[in-house]
């Protein structure tokens, strides 16, 4: 056990820097915990932060017996050490791992440390939300559907596909006997940690209990984590070749090498635009030859590890020709939606002549609504689903829109694919909502408004349109208006993507810049209509819209003179390229 005593319940282990602006809702998230605090320790380890984050763990630790704080006595680059050190000086028999601006749920996280004990499990899983500026999504609903125990981790469907900190909590035992650590890369170092960690586990607990809060905020600088696709891409590469070698269950590294291949590659390489549009796609191809070479040289064929009929296209496309490849992404990208027809109650996707070498594509389940019906002196909602035979429906629930958090589940009656909703209960707190049907254990489908049409004579504009239903009791708001930076800030963060113009009536554009660049700015300027607009250092303008900008204090993470960075994707401004370079390297570590 690492020579310590192991005396607490539970340790939460928060790896700190530069996080004051969110400390104190994290800190407060633990201490409205609904445990005993006798049986808690929550350990803060700071990477020397240069803002006041330090000060105010002091102050936290002096004021409760179960915070502790520990600084490091020199930067590491990364949450890896603080982490590994956490879970070294722990006195808990159970661990997690929270980020330094996220935050805890006051029941659901005690009640799965209560769960995971009575049941003796090695490693638990709760139901985790990515909070974002205009929306609340769930995360890793397959870890996360329901109250199960005496789970074997690895064999739980789709577990590997979430391989973050966010809701799990483990035995400290099973990271120190296998001597299980952070590695400190800039990406994927939480793939690596999770992957040994679940498929070394030998039990699990799982809720559907609300656990744990992600702080996607505009606010929060850590979106600047714009690590680009080539850089993932080789980062993946490595844990790939660490993760094929190591002695994990046969069917533990069929799932993990699966979700590096699908995902990791086919999904979040391939399938995007920024593949289609790049004018050097060899470097793409030459990284998915090395992860097959990779596969190969372990003995293994690589459409072993190919499990989705949409990835399982994607690949075979791949095989026929690299023109066909690029033509089917661009049309599962652009035009999938717009071509679907309905055969033997199942939704099929409508490939073009000449993708037909390849098995159509079918959808699991989708909803339509087919109006309100009068039966038997009561109002019913009417729910058409079109199912293959093995889609087994779980649940009908009406979710926020935008808010996937608040939502209520109803009763209903499936008859011959007609599903039937009272009308009477289709409100929620005075919310607007989706409808949404859970299908086999996890998955879902928000309800659409329109059957799916494949007409190619004309183009039906509403295709994807889902079924948004308005609450007539809400109070209505009252529109907002656009936010804007009144005073130049040193330098701003991009958090959507800008254009910077030669005048300040954005009248002559000269340039794009993407999301998550850090511009340097020296003035501030209005329109004839007040309009307040920022003056970079290279003398063009661009908004001041808080929606599209956010003010960055580069002192928070650097206190040190760069060194001369060559980086092919530089910011806009060139006198300040070293500089910003080396901060964006700090910064993608974080």
């Given at each position: 056990m690492g020579g310590l005593t192991i005396n607490k319940l539970i340790s939460i282990v928060v790896s700190v820097y530069n996080k004051e602006k969110f400390l104190d809702k994290c800190i407060q998230s633990i201490i409205g915990l609904n445990i005993d605090k006798s049986q808690l320790e929550a350990i803060f380890v700071d990477d020397v932060s240069t803002d006041n984050s330090y000060s105010i763990l002091k102050k936290y630790a002096d004021e409760y017996d179960y915070i502790r704080?520990?600084?490091?006595?020199?930067?590491?680059?990364?949450?890896?050490?603080?982490?590994?050190?956490?879970i070294q000086e722990a006195k808990g028999k159970y661990i997690t791992i929270v980020d330094a601006d996220d935050w805890l749920e006051p029941n659901g996280y005690p009640n799965l440390i209560n769960q995971m004990e009575e049941h003796g499990s090695?490693?638990?899983?709760?139901?985790?939300?990515?909070?974002?500026?205009?929306?609340?999504?769930?995360v890793a609903n397959f870890a996360s559907y329901k109250k199960a125990n005496g789970l074997v981790p690895y064999e739980i469907y789709k577990i590997f596909r979430g391989m973050g900190p966010w809701g799990k909590i483990f035995k400290r035992s099973t990271a120190i006997d296998q001597n299980i650590k952070f590695r400190n890369l800039k990406f994927a170092e939480d793939k690596l940690f999770f992957a040994e960690l679940i498929s070394k586990s030998k039990s699990a607990s799982m809720t559907n209990e609300h656990v744990y809060h992600v702080n996607r905020y505009s606010d929060n600088i850590s979106l600047v984590k714009e690590t680009d696709d080539i850089e993932k891409a080789n980062f993946n590469i490595e844990v790939l070749k660490d993760l094929i070698k190591m002695d994990l269950p046969k069917y533990a590294k069929k799932q993990i090498v699966s979700r590096i291949v699908e995902m990791d590659f086919i999904s979040r390489v391939f399938i995007k635009k920024s593949f289609l549009k790049s004018n050097n796609k060899d470097v793409y191809y030459n990284m998915f030859e090395e992860v097959q070479n990779i596969i190969k040289e372990h003995g293994y064929d690589i459409e072993d590890f190919l499990e989705n009929e949409r990835y399982t296209n994607a690949f075979h496309a791949y095989q026929h020709?690299?023109?066909?490849?690029?033509?089917?992404?661009?049309?599962?990208?652009?035009?999938?939606?717009?071509?679907?027809y309905i055969k033997d109650n199942v939704v099929h996707f409508n490939y073009p002549d000449k993708f037909n070498y390849l098995p159509t594509l079918t959808s699991k389940c989708v909803?339509?609504?087919?109006?309100t019906h009068y039966i038997n002196e009561t109002f019913y909602e009417v729910l058409h689903v079109y199912k293959k035979p093995d889609t087994t429906i779980e649940a009908v629930e009406l979710v926020k829109i935008n808010d996937e958090s608040t939502r209520k589940a109803l009763?209903?009656?499936?008859?011959?694919?007609?599903i039937y909703l009272k009308t009477d209960d289709l409100h929620l707190d005075n919310y607007d909502f989706n409808i949404v049907i859970k299908f086999n254990d996890f998955e879902h489908s928000t309800v659409y408004a329109s059957h799916p049409i494949d007409n190619k004579n004309s183009k039906f504009k509403n295709k994807s349109a889902k079924l948004d239903l308005e609450s007539i009791n809400k109070a209505k708001k009252a529109p907002t208006k656009p936010s804007y930076l009144t005073t130049p800030p040193s330098y701003i963060v991009t958090i959507k993507k800008a254009n910077l113009y030669h005048d300040v009536n954005f009248t002559d554009q000269v340039k794009s810049v993407a999301k998550g660049n850090i511009?340097?700015?020296?003035?501030?300027?209005?329109?004839?209509?007040?309009?307040?607009?920022?003056?970079?250092?290279?003398g063009y303008y661009i908004s001041a819209n808080t929606d599209i900008v956010t003010p960055v204090n580069l002192d928070a993470f650097i206190n040190e003179q760069p060194n001369q960075v060559n980086d092919e994707h530089s910011n806009v401004n060139s006198k300040s390229n070293n500089k910003l370079s080396n901060i964006k390297n700090r910064l993608l570590k974080r």
């Open positions: 704080c520990i600084q490091l006595e020199e930067n590491s680059g990364g949450p890896a050490d603080p982490r590994n050190l956490g090695d490693i638990g899983f709760g139901q985790a939300f990515k909070n974002r500026n205009k929306d609340i999504v769930k020709s690299k023109e066909h490849f690029e033509e089917y992404i661009k049309f599962m990208l652009y035009n999938a939606h717009a071509h679907k909803a339509v609504h087919d109006g009763k209903y009656e499936i008859h011959d694919n007609q511009v340097e700015i020296v003035s501030i300027e209005e329109t004839v209509n007040k309009t307040p607009r920022l003056i970079t250092s290279d």
